[in-house]
């Protein structure tokens, strides 16, 4: 199935604990893959930019 979808600023593609059931492009703009630490800060482990 093909479809385009838009995450929008601040929005979540996924959250913690879902299962991600699709393959995602980035055609514009960049997504951070992070989480959360112990005390609460973010840990950015990854991002996803176009052409990437």
Not at 13 to 35: A, D, N, P, W
Request: charge should be negative; hydrophobic fraction near 40%.
């Amino acid at each position: 199935m093909d479809r385009l979808g838009e995450v929008l600023w601040k929005d979540f593609l996924l959250q913690e604990f879902q299962v991600c059931t699709g393959c995602y492009f980035v055609i514009s703009g960049c997504l951070r893959f992070f989480r959360r630490t112990d005390d609460g800060s973010e840990q950015i482990l990854q991002f996803g930019i176009p052409g990437w």
